[in-house]
């Protein structure tokens, strides 16, 4: 367990009222997994600042990494930047090098850089920008926690950007086994083996196929050595991999 | 704000791992909409046994209700019930109606009710059943928290048959508006909008269409009179809905 471990808060009254399905945890959580971060816990809060600050402070207490969507656009609903500034006890307000970069990006479009969109240049004291190659309204990193837009292909762009940066650790590697039999027949066995195998991760997730039960076997961990042992001795149990 | 509010817990390592895409959070959030009942925070936890107590114990003291997904099958790495019984300081043990009914299935399905099935009757003390229409092994629920299955036509049916025992709300109606224009050249006037309705709820959600930015509005509440008045107005600023 050395490898970094992480939390994700997504931001938006649109994920729980149930009009938007959020895309951004589980791309995080693959991401994470590639690189090395193990993703602990994900929280999904309103658009509440007490709220959204009381997330950032328990999450970024607790693990190494904390990655938020949403809330950083223009509009009256995007309170996340000023939330995490408070959460850290810092001022915010209009940085220089943000303005320049939203300030040319819409003298290129030929729109005006009104006040709303200026809002978006606002940005915690000391915090690293976060580049946004697609629409320019920067996230940035504050100590542990990389704040992020909520549009999928942005917070996609802005992710790849941060995990350039970070830290990673061993791959977290994972093989799998379906067998045709339910969870039931084959747990008493999957569970003893488990228990010879501490350092590996086995989860089992059952599955209706065409009528007939099936169950996926995971074991999952850092040594690649240790799962092929781990999933000789699955084989051998169940079946064929 | 009188219509009740919940939280969703989601219990499992294949969520965090990237394996599996969660949809019950998404599908929850529609129903209880629906329901009349605000769906305030969500959070995913791993598969283990402190952050769940500390997960339950923290959401059943905020909000009227609790609803958990995952982690109650019959392997090793299904600790679910475990947990919620500790995080409510009761008992847990085998239950004779919970019995009956597995035993029954099994018998049924002319299979072996085995230990490890056995384990799926594990009910902390005094909590109410749900039933399982597709697999049998209930859910339960106790105090103000519903612990339900993680796949999802069974999470699913079990909280059709939990929605129709909780005491709703008013409706939760929303009416939206696209506008072809940016965020941010909306931004001002939409703020304002919002301000002088302070008992809507109002959102905007920026996407790009064939290269052109464009901008759900959407308006939230309770008192369909007092949408249709804000969604006249916002007609008026934006175009025709």
Redo the contacts between chains.
């Keep these: 367990m050395t490898n970094p471990t992480a939390a994700m808060l997504v931001i938006?009254?649109?994920?729980?009222?149930?009009?938007?399905?959020?895309s951004n945890?589980?791309h995080?959580?693959?991401?994470?997994?590639r690189h090395g971060i193990?993703?602990?816990?994900?929280?999904?809060?309103?658009?509440d600042h007490d709220?959204i600050v009381a997330a950032v402070n328990a999450l970024r207490a607790r693990w190494d990494h904390v990655f938020t969507s949403g809330g950083i656009?223009?509009?009256?609903?995007d309170i996340t930047a000023d939330a995490v500034a408070a959460a850290f006890g810092v001022p915010i307000g209009p940085r220089a090098d943000a303005m320049a970069l939203l300030a040319a990006h819409y003298a290129r479009a030929g729109?005006?850089f009104?006040?709303?969109?200026q809002?978006?240049a606002r940005i915690p004291r000391d915090a690293r920008l976060i580049d946004n190659p697609i629409s320019t309204a920067p996230g940035f990193t504050i100590g542990n926690v990389h704040v992020m837009a909520g549009?999928p292909n942005i917070f996609q762009a802005m992710l790849a950007e941060v995990l350039a940066q970070v830290t990673g650790g061993a791959p977290?590697l994972?093989q799998s086994l379906t067998v045709h039999r339910?969870?039931?027949?084959?747990?008493?066995d999957?569970?003893a083996l488990?228990?010879e195998f501490p350092d590996l991760?086995?989860?089992?997730?059952?599955?209706v196929r065409n009528g007939a039960m099936g169950t996926n076997l995971?074991i999952?961990g850092t040594d690649a050595g240790r799962i092929d042992a781990a999933m000789t001795r699955l084989a051998a149990l169940f079946g064929t991999p």
Tied chains: 1, 2.
């Design positions: 938006g009254d649109e994920i729980l009222s149930g009009r938007t399905r959020d945890m589980h995080l959580a693959g991401e994470l997994t193990r993703l602990m816990e994900a929280r999904v809060v309103a658009d709220d656009g223009p509009t009256h609903d729109m005006e009104n006040a709303a969109r809002r978006m549009v977290l994972s339910g969870e039931g027949e084959i747990a008493a999957f569970g488990a228990a991760s086995m989860g089992s997730y059952p599955f995971v999952r």
